[in-house]
């Protein structure tokens, strides 16, 4: 396995990191949240604008993984078609490298409203983050994703046995 496919593998591990950091704080602050208002009556002030950040984080840091690993949902409707033409491999080349190529509209999109937001001032209601971060951060996490299904689906083209070698 070349240096650049090892490194590539053990990077991909960051995400999956930060997404469980994110899961492990959002379950702890929810069960504070729930244990303060039963037993105090006095909630997280916070709480509600904290799911919504951690939630930002927890799903769309692994965005990449799941989009190259086909984590995601999927609907085989042309599969058994594709299938008894031999095509399911250039299908799956075409699917990722389209699919890739297609992100970048919403990369663009959320980046114009992450900037309108930057200059607007926007910030949470109870902690004052401003938002416009976790707009770069969503866009960031989609730009990634976007190159890494292109990368994919030209690996499934020209080297299919690099996405099968087993990390060492």
């Given at each position: 396995m070349t240096p650049i496919i090892q490194l590539v593998r053990r990077a991909s591990a960051l995400p999956v990191i930060v997404a469980c950091i994110a899961l492990f704080i959002l379950m702890a602050m929810t069960f504070c949240?729930?244990?303060?208002?039963?037993?105090?009556n006095a909630p997280i002030e916070a709480a509600t604008e904290l799911t919504r950040i951690l939630m930002a984080i927890l799903v769309f840091s692994v965005l990449p993984i799941v989009s190259t690993t086909n984590g995601h949902i999927a609907v085989d409707l042309t599969d058994?078609?594709?299938n008894r033409l031999h095509?399911?491999?250039a299908r799956d080349v075409v699917i990722y490298v389209?699919?890739?190529i297609m992100l970048f509209w919403p990369v663009q999109r959320v980046l114009v409203?992450?900037?309108?937001?930057?200059?607007y001032g926007d910030v949470t209601e109870y902690l004052a983050i401003p938002t416009y971060l976790i707009g770069w951060f969503i866009a960031?996490?989609?730009?990634?994703?976007a190159?890494?299904?292109?990368?994919?689906?030209l690996l499934k083209?020209?080297?299919?046995n690099t996405l099968s070698e087993p990390l060492q």
């Open positions: 949240d729930v244990i303060l208002r039963s037993v105090f058994g078609f594709f095509l399911s491999h389209l699919s890739g409203l992450a900037e309108r937001a930057r200059d960031l996490s989609v730009a990634i994703t190159l890494v299904m292109i990368a994919t689906g083209a020209f080297a299919p």
